[in-house]
């Protein structure tokens, strides 16, 4: 501390005489100069002390509310859900399947398949889906040939594949066909039969599935001319016959007459043969 006259540093703090009234000057305290003798009076150092920590702690409350405000979150601006759009329960679904309607049993077996809500479970898959396809389940009757196919919650039976899914095909649903056109192309589960395999190819590119367009292709290169013509004919007289997935069963039986009268066995040979009743059909 500096003495105002005489710049000197000697100075040292005095002490309060009775008449300067202590309680007057409670933020100041009094000080001599030992130099001049000057005496003179300067804010208490503790008071200083004080006062720079109530203004430090201050300081401290006032950054850490700021950075507590910045970082809340604001009010959510997320709507409601929409009661119309939430995805049923698990529980809900195998509740109303237990009930017996083919859906909702094919739905309950979609939940057990990958990318289901349930962990993957063919075994139950595979039972739900056998519960819908004996109602005629187009969907069920084609995942149940699948799980035959490749042996999943079932032994493999690759002719119990191929007559699963050729009831599905039979209801025109686009990816049981391309199977079935499949399965006739390799022989798997059913006589290898070239002309039936582009018919099916044939119908499931006419339903926009595009892989049967490939496949159907490839049949061609492997047949003659004449073969190739039958199985458009063929494939012609079949889709006026055969129901769009999703109209349900009323032309099954038609289906399967048709099936029996105009294609042909399927033990028979694929060597040209003359044929008369096949140019019957044709010339109707």
Same mark, same amino acid.
């Given at each position: 501390?500096?003495?105002?006259?005489?710049?000197?540093?000697?100075?040292?703090?005095?002490?309060?005489?009775?008449?300067?009234?202590?309680?007057?000057?409670?933020?100041?305290?009094?000080?001599?100069?030992?130099?001049?003798?000057?005496?003179?009076?300067?804010?208490?150092?503790?008071?200083?002390?004080?006062?720079?920590?109530?203004?430090?702690?201050?300081?401290?409350?006032?950054?850490?509310?700021?950075?507590?405000?910045?970082?809340?979150?604001?009010?959510?601006?997320?709507?409601?859900?929409?009661?119309? !759009?939430?995805? *049923? =329960?698990?529980?809900?679904?195998?509740?109303? /399947?237990?009930?017996?309607? @083919?859906?909702?049993?094919?739905? +309950?077996?979609?939940?057990?398949?990958?990318?289901?809500?349930?962990?993957?479970?063919?075994?139950?898959?595979?039972?739900?889906?056998?519960?819908?396809?004996?109602?005629?389940?187009?969907?069920?009757?084609?995942?149940?040939?699948?799980?035959?196919?490749?042996?999943?919650?079932?032994?493999?039976?690759?002719?119990?594949?191929?007559?699963?899914?050729?009831?599905?095909?039979?209801?025109?649903?686009?990816?049981?066909?391309?199977?079935?056109?499949?399965?006739?192309?390799?022989?798997?589960?059913?006589?290898?039969?070239?002309?039936?395999?582009?018919?099916?190819?044939?119908?499931?590119?006419?339903? !926009?599935?595009? *892989? =049967?367009?490939?496949?159907?292709?490839?049949? /061609?290169?492997?047949?003659? @001319?004449?073969?190739?013509?039958? +199985?458009?004919?063929?494939?012609?007289?079949?889709?006026?016959?055969?129901?769009?997935?999703?109209?349900?069963?009323?032309?099954?039986?038609?289906?399967?007459?048709?099936?029996?009268?105009?294609?042909?066995?399927?033990?028979?040979?694929?060597?040209?043969?003359?044929?008369?009743?096949?140019?019957?059909?044709?010339?109707?």
């Amino acid at each position: 501390m500096i003495c105002a006259r005489c710049e000197s540093m000697n100075v040292r703090r005095s002490s309060w005489k009775k008449n300067e009234g202590h309680m007057n000057h409670f933020l100041y305290a009094p000080y001599r100069c030992r130099e001049c003798k000057h005496r003179f009076f300067k804010l208490s150092r503790p008071l200083k002390l004080s006062i720079t920590a109530t203004l430090g702690l201050f300081t401290c409350v006032g950054v850490f509310v700021t950075i507590y405000l910045l970082s809340k979150p604001g009010p959510s601006t997320t709507p409601p859900p929409i009661s119309q !759009g939430i995805k *049923p =329960s698990r529980t809900i679904v195998l509740e109303k /399947a237990k009930q017996g309607k @083919a859906d909702d049993q094919y739905a +309950a077996g979609l939940m057990y398949m990958p990318g289901g809500d349930f962990s993957i479970n063919y075994k139950e898959a595979h039972k739900w889906f056998d519960l819908a396809a004996k109602q005629g389940h187009a969907g069920a009757e084609f995942n149940l040939g699948l799980l035959y196919r490749n042996g999943r919650g079932v032994l493999q039976d690759f002719t119990a594949a191929a007559q699963w899914i050729e009831k599905a095909a039979h209801q025109g649903y686009p990816e049981a066909q391309h199977q079935l056109a499949t399965f006739y192309k390799t022989g798997e589960g059913i006589q290898r039969d070239l002309t039936q395999a582009y018919v099916w190819y044939n119908l499931a590119s006419a339903h !926009g599935y595009e *892989p =049967s367009i490939a496949g159907r292709n490839n049949v /061609a290169n492997l047949m003659n @001319a004449a073969e190739v013509l039958r +199985a458009q004919t063929l494939s012609r007289h079949l889709k006026l016959t055969l129901p769009t997935h999703g109209e349900g069963k009323s032309h099954t039986a038609n289906v399967e007459n048709l099936i029996k009268r105009d294609i042909p066995d399927r033990s028979a040979t694929h060597l040209p043969q003359k044929d008369n009743s096949f140019k019957d059909n044709a010339s109707d």
